[in-house]
T-cell receptor, first 114, second 111 residues
Framework: DVKVTQSSRYLVKRTGEKVFLECVQD?????MFWYRQDPGLGLRLIYF???????EKGDIPEGYSVSREKKERFSLILESASTNQTSMYLC?????????????FGSGTRLTVV | QKEVEQNSGPLSVPEGAIASLNCTYS??????FFWYRQYSGKSPELIMF????GDKEDGRFTAQLNKASQYVSLLIRDSQPSDSATYLC???????????FGKGTHLIIQP
């Protein structure tokens, strides 16, 4: 089975800090995704990547950036954390870019910005 | 605008009964359809996918797809308390857009 590992389960950061969320997958998937999930708003796509050094904006990229220097690793960066970025962050990877086989999610990082 | 609609619930079903979860989607170009289960505080877990009109069965789960009506459903037979979770519907056009998720239906199986 594909394993998607997110480095932190819980994080508490201060407003204005630069925050790095790390995600690693072990099945050589080309495609990786970052979502945030909030009550009542569902899953919202922040960024995705279909190859090393490639990135595409999702629905809500403002305030975020990403890095994909290696195929297995996709990092989400909050340049200057704000309280409205308090959320559950979910990383996912996929064999097919079109998602024909669905996505596999990591366990999530619950980020609190104070 | 891609949209995937689900009733948020909660949907309460007695143990042993059939739970029926419904999802509609707006994009007729959608090609693949997925059901995820998400326990509280956990990440979504893929439980079913369907590509063709009709039914697809896997154990106690049956996915149903009707592309003409733009409707996909998930039936859970012999519901168990462990089935209590939020169920997310997701669709994909088969192109560069990735999956679009509904907001989920909260299912409660009452012992």
């Amino acid at each position: 089975d594909v394993k998607v590992t997110q480095s932190s389960r819980y994080l508490v950061k201060r407003t204005g800090e630069k925050v790095f969320l790390e995600c690693v997958q072990d099945m050589d998937h080309e495609n990786m995704f970052w979502y945030r999930q909030d009550p009542g708003l569902g899953l919202r796509l922040i960024y995705f990547s279909y190859d090393v050094k490639m990135k595409e904006k999702g629905d809500i990229p403002e305030g975020y950036s990403v890095s994909r220097e290696k195929k297995e690793r996709f990092s989400l960066i909050l340049e200057s954390a704000s309280t409205n970025q308090t959320s559950m962050y979910l990383c996912a990877s996929s064999l097919s870019f079109a998602g024909d086989y669905g996505y596999t999610f990591g366990s999530g990082t619950r980020l609190t910005v104070v | 605008q891609k949209e995937v609609e689900q009733n948020s619930g909660p949907l309460s079903v007695p143990e042993g009964a059939i739970a029926s979860l419904n999802c509609t989607y707006s994009d007729r170009g959608s090609q693949s359809f997925f059901w995820y289960r998400q326990y509280s505080g956990k990440s979504p877990e893929l439980i079913m996918f369907i590509y063709s009109n009709g039914d697809k069965e896997d154990g106690r789960f049956t996915a149903q797809l009707n592309k003409a009506s733009q409707y996909v459903s998930l039936l859970i037979r012999d519901s168990q308390p462990s089935d209590s979770a939020t169920y997310l519907c997701a669709v994909n056009r088969g192109g560069a857009d990735g999956l679009t998720f509904g907001k989920g239906t909260h299912l409660i199986i009452q012992p």
